[in-house]
């Protein structure tokens, strides 16, 4: 048994949380996963997972053997590295919302890969923050405040909700000056994250909720812009979506003044400590393109 494999065995049990969820970080199958511990507990005569049939909780001899075992790692890995010649290879899961990695993390995953033909990708685009631990994503884009967690997050820009409808639209039913005249329009609401019909403003330090029924529903963005571009009616999207559409005059930006905060955009990752070389230098390069992306100021 390689020593240096149980500590990673070890390390993704603690992380996971569960035998199960590591078996599959690992890709490896549970037995084999809880042999391993076992094998290690024996080796160092001590318990360092309590086991229930619900849970799996660290041990005190467990949460010190993690912190010895990440830095073994770390310490090997910087050894490795620093005596290493060899390209960067192996493969990287990324995952980010629907549109958002259509447009702009697809590009930037590909551009990444040119530059670096021995690492592959596998880009996984859905509107739901995924289990970076269960699905063993190696790095996430998020939009919006993160909850309290283990992750690592690294703020790479920030986006605005925005009201917009087209110029036909505005030409024939008016344009709002105030988020309460919101109620004489035709509003379109996209149901893909908050299926409430709200939209929130702030004015003057103040918030301001806007209660509708809306004329047309979608969960789907790239339809909802359609049928805001053909003139239907006043949707909310998100600043990205739209900013196209703006610069070339399709839609127009509404209600400016009521905006409400801008919504930051992280990079998250389950620890920034034992990040393969691939990853350090992806999120390295990703941070690096994010940051010239007009879209994200």
């Known amino acids: 048994m390689d020593r240096l494999d149980e500590l990673h065995v070890f390390l993704a049990i603690f992380d996971a949380g569960s035998m199960a969820a590591a078996a599959r970080k690992l890709r490896r199958s549970p037995p084999a996963v809880t042999r391993i511990l076992g094998t290690l507990e024996q080796r160092l005569g001590a318990r360092l997972f309590e086991r229930s049939t619900r849970s799996l909780t660290p041990t005190e001899a467990g949460q010190r053997f993690a912190l010895q075992a990440r830095h073994v790692l770390a310490e090997y ?63 996430a884009v998020r939009i919006g405040p993160l909850p309290d967690s283990s992750l690592v997050a690294r703020k790479v820009g920030e986006v605005r909700r925005l009201t917009v409808a087209s110029p036909a639209y505005l030409k024939q039913r008016g344009t709002p000056g105030r988020p309460a005249e919101l109620a004489q329009h035709d ?41 805001a571009r053909a003139g239907f009616g006043i949707a909310r999207v998100l600043s990205y979506q739209v900013a196209d559409d703006i610069k070339k005059g399709r839609l127009v930006r509404l209600l400016g003044d009521y905006e409400p905060a801008p919504i930051p955009v992280h990079l998250v990752l389950p620890s920034a400590r034992l990040m393969p070389a691939r990853l350090r230098v992806f999120v390295d390069f990703a941070i690096a393109e994010f940051a010239r992306m007009e879209v994200l100021g």
């Open 77 to 139: 890995e910087a050894a490795v590295e620093a005596h290493s010649q060899a390209p960067l290879r192996g493969l990287l899961r990324i995952a980010a919302p629907v549109v958002f990695g259509r447009r702009h993390v697809t590009p930037l995953v590909t551009r990444f890969l040119a530059r670096y033909p021995d690492i592959s990708a596998d880009l996984v685009l859905a509107d739901r923050n995924a289990d970076l631990i269960d699905e063993a994503i190696d790095v």
């Open 187 to 227: 509003l379109i609401l996209s149901t893909t994250i908050r299926p409430l019909p709200e939209w929130r403003f702030r004015h003057k330090g103040r918030d301001v909720a806007v209660r509708f029924t809306p004329r047309l529903q979608l969960n789907d963005v790239e339809a909802m812009l359609n049928t």
